[in-house]
């Protein structure tokens, strides 16, 4: 009787996972508030979630698909993408060659102080209301930012070269691409309410919170407070705590801590734990986003 196996005695390997593409992610801190990211995905989608920081995107190949505040977007490549704060989405392939894009992250009071070098009479924060935008010349110089904060190519561009881009860059976005007027950045300013739910969990990111406990701070009934948080911030207060952890846990691994501390500190039951839903958020394991970290920067 036959073994099913090739002659010299090893199993073959199923065809699928033969096939199957690696997905690729890197990031890195380009410095105090600015955090760039690449990737190269072939089948990864992201589930809804947000970033507390600005979110400006360069399509490199392929195209991607996502929803935001309910209208689906298709990004091609050539194409910028344009994400506000704590604006909820998710995403995913649009192509058979998945898409490969470069993200920079910079925080609202960072982007903020360089769009008030513009208009120093302007108290809000840009707001872009179209996600999806066809700009030749600032997709170019948006790749070039990119390579300039690369932690391999850093050293070879003077800060000055560095710092006036950046300027270059966000005044464009502004100017080009924002709606008017600004908006002020208040996460659930939508609600008091919401906004107390959000400080608390904040507060209280290692530890396993109930339902009850969120609408016992606010005076609303469990059922009201789910109805009202969704309503201002797009996503059920358990996503929204869960996507605060994750985003703590990337940035105690951005400044040198271990997967077991950071898992602790943000309340996953273990390393397995924070791993599942990391990778799920972000395409890589935490191992593989300290290993695409460059500590030298």
Known sequence: MGTGLPHNGAARPHPTAARRPREIARHWRAADGIDLFEADYKNFTFPKHSHDYYAFGTILNGAEQFMTRGTNYVASRGQLLMMNPMQVHDGGPASDDGYQYQIMFIAPEIFGDLVRELSPTNTGLPFFGNCVVDDRELHLQLQQLHRMFRPDLS?????????????????????????????????GSEDKRVQTVIDYMAA???????????????????????????????????????????????????????????????????????????????GVSPGAFIASLDRKT
């Open 204 to 282: 209280h990111l290692d530890e396993n919170i109930a339902l009850e406990d969120l609408a016992t701070i606010t005076g609303l009934s469990r059922f009201h407070l789910l109805r009202v948080f969704r309503e201002a911030t797009g996503l059920p207060p358990h996503a929204y705590f869960n996507h605060m952890r994750l985003r703590r846990a990337k940035r105690m691994l951005f400044d040198g801590a271990t997967i077991a501390d950071a898992a602790a500190a943000t309340g996953f039951a273990d390393q397995s734990h924070l791993n599942r839903h990391f990778k799920t958020m972000w």
């Open 155 to 187: 050293a070879t561009t003077s800060l000055l070269e560095r710092d006036s881009q950046l300027l270059y860059s966000a005044a464009r976005l502004a100017l080009r691409h924002a709606d008017a007027p600004p908006f002020v950045y208040r996460p």
